[in-house]
């Protein structure tokens, strides 16, 4: 890449970045992350991390909520995916986090796809890893093993983030119509097409 270059990486690129990076990882014998256990974290870090630009990005962009809003205590300094899709859910007007998750994922093609985002934002299984990733600690690898935890099959896990990095667009026009018709207090969250 030309050093030159006066490309600033708009949020879409960067999440779908991190869910490559974390796919590489896993690519060709898939035993990097065997004979490497330093690196386990960081690819946890790479997931998590698409998933929180790409639920950041989707409530900017839909209106849900602005920048500054994100960096706030209430969304543990802007990393916490379970805030931030909870600051999305109830902006939209929801009681849960279900239609937040159908707009990020509605174009997966992935069967699991948004049962792993769900678990992901919101899961027991992954309630450890959501908070020393939000910490920071899980990036900076000031953990133990059983301070977090994997989603397997890995490939499964890394296939439903960079498909819904790779939705924001969609995600984004979805949640925009849902936004503009929330003052009717419905719990009817219905996709439409054009």
């Not at 990486?9 to 060709?28: N, P, Q, R, V």
């Not at 279900?98 to 948004?114: H, K, R, V």
């Not at 994997?150 to 995600?171: D, S």
Request: net charge negative; charged share 25%; hydrophobic share 40%.
């Amino acid at each position: 890449m030309n050093q030159q270059d006066a490309h600033i990486f708009d949020f879409e690129e960067a999440a779908l970045a991190y869910a490559i990076t974390a796919e590489k990882m896993i690519e060709g014998d898939g035993k990097l992350l065997e004979a490497e256990p330093a690196v386990v974290p960081i690819f946890v870090t790479m997931l998590y991390q698409s998933l929180e630009i790409s639920l950041k990005h989707v409530g900017i962009e839909s209106n849900l909520f602005n920048r500054n809003e994100t960096f706030k205590g209430q969304t543990k300094k802007g990393h916490g995916v379970e805030e931030l899709a909870r600051l999305a859910y109830e902006r939209l007007g929801s009681s849960s986090y279900d239609p937040i998750i159908a707009a990020m994922t509605y174009n997966n093609c992935g069967n699991n796809s948004a049962l792993v985002i769900r678990e992901m934002i919101y899961g027991d299984r992954m309630s450890k890893t959501r908070k020393v990733y939000a910490s920071r600690r899980l990036g900076y690898g000031e953990i133990g093993n059983s301070d977090f935890a994997l989603i397997n099959p890995l490939e499964e896990w890394v296939c439903a983030v960079k498909e819904t990095a790779e939705n924001i667009q969609k995600a984004i026009d979805i949640i925009s119509q849902w936004h503009k018709s929330s003052s009717t207090n419905s719990e009817n969250f219905l996709i439409r097409f054009d």
